[in-house]
């Protein structure tokens, strides 16, 4: 059974960094995509960025150039690094592992961590 558990959510000032963390125990994580989604209150989850088990990356439009996605094999770690925060970053960022080496049915959801960025 997979598990994920999210960490590196906080506040933070318009123009500031954060680093989200995902550790994932259960099955073989340098073989599956991964994700990070983003969900404000009202609204539907949203797909933020995502990596295959290639290392194949996308971003939504409007995180493009200032987060980073990224995955540490050995350590069974996604990481996203935000960068030039926004205030309509704000929301609960969810860490999605897929059922396949690439972005489609998503087997498990972390817990979610809050991202706030005040102005």
């Known amino acids: 059974q997979v598990q994920l558990v999210e960490s590196g959510g906080g506040l933070v000032q318009v123009g500031g960094s954060l680093r989200l963390s995902c550790v994932r125990s259960g099955g073989v994580f340098s073989v599956f995509a991964m994700g990070w989604y983003r969900q404000v209150l009202g609204k539907q989850r949203e797909l933020v960025a995502s990596?295959?088990?290639?290392?194949?990356?996308r971003y939504d439009d409007s995180v493009k150039d200032r987060f980073t996605i990224s995955r540490e094999n050995e350590m069974n770690t996604l990481y996203l690094q935000m960068n030039d925060l926004k205030p309509e970053d704000t929301g609960v960022y969810y860490c999605?592992?897929?059922?396949?080496?690439?972005?489609?049915?998503?087997?498990?959801w972390g817990q979610g961590t809050q991202v706030t960025v005040s102005a």
């Open positions: 999605a592992a897929y059922r396949t080496w690439n972005v489609g049915q998503v087997e498990a």
């Open positions: 990596i295959t088990s290639v290392g194949i990356t």
